[in-house]
């Protein structure tokens, strides 16, 4: 067995009391539901109620996703998670040239209000929780799904869930960025605030260090350059004028499970512990609901071979384990056939049969943080938060996760950390059951879940319908309303909501903020 963890961090073969010896359990462990938060963030936990069973889903059109929705709904999910297409989180219609090609592939393109309608036709918005992994569209998104809800009776103050809306980790891990970072924070801090207004059981922002993760982070790695991200949004709030304690209840995380259970449980629980110290003791929050770290997990795709792929399975339910260990308040497990294709229908289901299995056919449920105490668990928490810790403050003296950023220092890191798991992998002293070791010359056969090509004809002959049925004037009239509010400082969504209910396109919205902000140009150090 590997003498060091996923970090690098001294993984012994026996633990003992030596190793808590001089451990602090007052401040480091307290009780579940209390500051630091090191064993949740609730006291009940699980045992009051499981955490939300989520399947991230949405490919082809709305009509295609709105039927994979009421089927998970059906099965028993109990919150939505949607994956959007390139064009869609890049601000682009799918009529326009740089969306040939894709869309439809990784997510569902949704390219006005009438693509969201479909979306959620026969779902009511008012009973499920909602996720939406978009970061650089966030707001245009988000105000298309408020508008749907009140066209169906639902009003703002009655949806919860979740906007990614983190745009920071776009310039470092994933590269679905559109505006330079300022212009990009000064969009998410006016979320905030029409979220505190408007919808206010809403997650503003779900931090993400999930796709950090997929590019080769550590779990040290992943903590700590998510932790910073967040540090630079609750700064860039501050600045534009809010209390702490008004927008940071709101705030939401997202990270990655993988198979390394040990340390992923120490990772969450170092996680929430590091966040409820910032935040007091950082930014001076009074709110306990200020300093709890929430956050969903996403088992690990970057984990999943082509190479029998039934094997995919033990690896998801293992790192949904350690997901559920760890504390997390809402999962996704993925399917089994995710690193060939979509998933299909009844490998989606099987992802959730996964949770369902964890939830109400193990013992996982009955007692909160059962690590907790452990030698091996709390000596691993301390040396993740004491490095993660480290890390972060290297990223304070280079002066914030924007500065670090613009001289690729997170991008490096991660890049070193990726390429280092390559070569372990490569040679052989990293095993992957069935791509480096116990292989099989068997070639499995799954029908891979495909997008008809046409939709792009579909969705373009749509827009075009859109744009000859409706008062093209009053459009552009309220598009230059954006342009104007973009160069000044007044809340850019309520202008953005008053032209996309006159249905102006995503498209054309994310111009209108382009041709004031343009677009970010990254250095040879990215």
């Given at each position: 067995m590997s003498g060091s963890t996923e970090s690098g961090l001294p993984l012994n073969p026996v633990y003992g009391p030596e190793a808590l010896a001089e451990w602090d359990e007052s401040a480091q462990l307290g009780v579940p539901g209390?500051?630091?938060?090191?064993?949740g963030v609730y006291a009940s936990m699980y045992t009051g109620r499981p955490w939300t069973m989520r399947q991230y889903a949405g490919f082809g059109t709305a009509v295609e996703s709105n039927e994979r929705y009421r089927q998970l709904l059906n099965a028993g999910t109990t919150g939505l998670s949607v994956a959007f297409d390139l064009p869609t989180q890049m601000g682009y219609d799918s009529d326009h040239p740089l969306a040939h090609g894709e869309v439809g592939k990784v997510g569902v393109a949704i390219d006005s209000i009438v693509?969201?309608?479909?979306?959620?036709?026969?779902?009511?918005?008012?009973?499920?929780?909602?996720?939406?992994t978009i970061n650089s569209t966030a707001a245009v998104l988000l105000l298309l799904y408020q508008l749907v809800a009140e066209e169906k009776g639902v009003s703002?103050?009655?949806?919860?869930?979740?906007?990614?809306?983190d745009v920071l980790k776009e310039y470092i891990a994933r590269g679905t960025y559109i505006y330079p970072p300022a212009q990009s924070l000064r969009l998410i801090t006016d979320?905030?605030?029409?979220?505190?207004?408007?919808?206010?059981?809403?997650n503003t922002i779900s931090i993400s260090g999930y796709h950090m993760a997929e590019a080769g982070a550590t779990p040290v790695q992943e903590i700590a350059f998510t932790l910073a991200d967040g540090i630079e949004y609750v700064k860039a709030a501050v600045a534009s004028g809010q209390d702490v304690d008004e927008f940071a209840p709101r705030l939401a995380f997202f990270f990655v499970s993988r198979t390394t259970i040990l340390e992923e449980v120490a990772k969450f629980r170092a996680a929430r512990r590091m966040w409820a110290k910032i935040m007091r003791e950082r930014f001076g929050a009074k709110d306990p609901k200020s300093w709890m770290l929430r956050f969903h997990t996403q088992t690990a795709g970057v984990q999943l071979t082509a190479q029998q792929p039934e094997v995919n399975m033990v690896r998801v339910a293992v790192q949904g384990l350690a997901a559920v260990l760890g504390g997390t308040q809402s999962l996704h497990t993925n399917s089994f056939d995710e690193a060939m294709a979509l998933p299909s229908e009844k490998a989606a289901r099987l992802a959730l049969r996964t949770?369902?299995?964890?939830?109400?056919?193990?013992d996982v449920c009955a007692t909160v943080d059962p690590f907790a105490g452990s030698y091996v668990m709390e000596?691993?928490?301390?040396?993740?938060?004491?490095?993660?810790?480290?890390?972060?403050?290297?990223?304070?003296?280079?002066?914030?996760?924007?500065?670090?950023?613009?001289?690729?220092?997170?991008?490096?890191?991660?890049?070193?950390?990726?390429?280092?798991?390559?070569?372990?992998?490569?040679?052989?002293?990293?095993?992957?059951?069935?791509?480096?070791?116990?292989?099989?010359d068997d070639k499995e056969h799954y029908p891979p879940l495909r997008v008809n090509p046409a939709i792009e004809e579909e969705q373009s002959a749509r827009l075009a319908?859109?744009?000859?049925?409706?008062?093209?004037?009053?459009v552009e009239r309220l598009l230059s309303v954006i342009r104007e509010t973009a160069i000044g400082d007044a809340n850019l969504l309520y202008p953005m909501r008053d032209a996309l209910k006159a249905l102006a396109t995503v498209g054309e919205v994310s111009d209108a903020l382009r041709d004031v902000w343009g677009l970010f140009e990254p250095t040879d150090r990215f």
């Open positions: 209390e500051y630091p938060f090191t064993r693509d969201m309608r479909i979306l959620f036709d026969g779902i009511a918005l008012d009973e499920v929780s909602t996720s939406m703002a103050d009655q949806l919860s869930g979740t906007i990614q809306n979320i905030f605030t029409y979220c505190r207004n408007e919808i206010p059981k809403w949770q369902q299995v964890l939830a109400y056919e193990t000596s691993l928490t301390d040396e993740i938060e004491t490095a993660a810790t480290a890390l972060i403050a290297r990223i304070d003296d280079m002066g914030g996760a924007v500065a670090a950023i613009e001289q690729g220092f997170q991008k490096a890191e991660i890049e070193r950390s990726a390429y280092d798991i390559a070569l372990q992998i490569d040679s052989g002293t990293r095993v992957v059951v069935g791509l480096n070791k116990f292989t099989t319908t859109l744009r000859a049925g409706r008062d093209n004037g009053e």
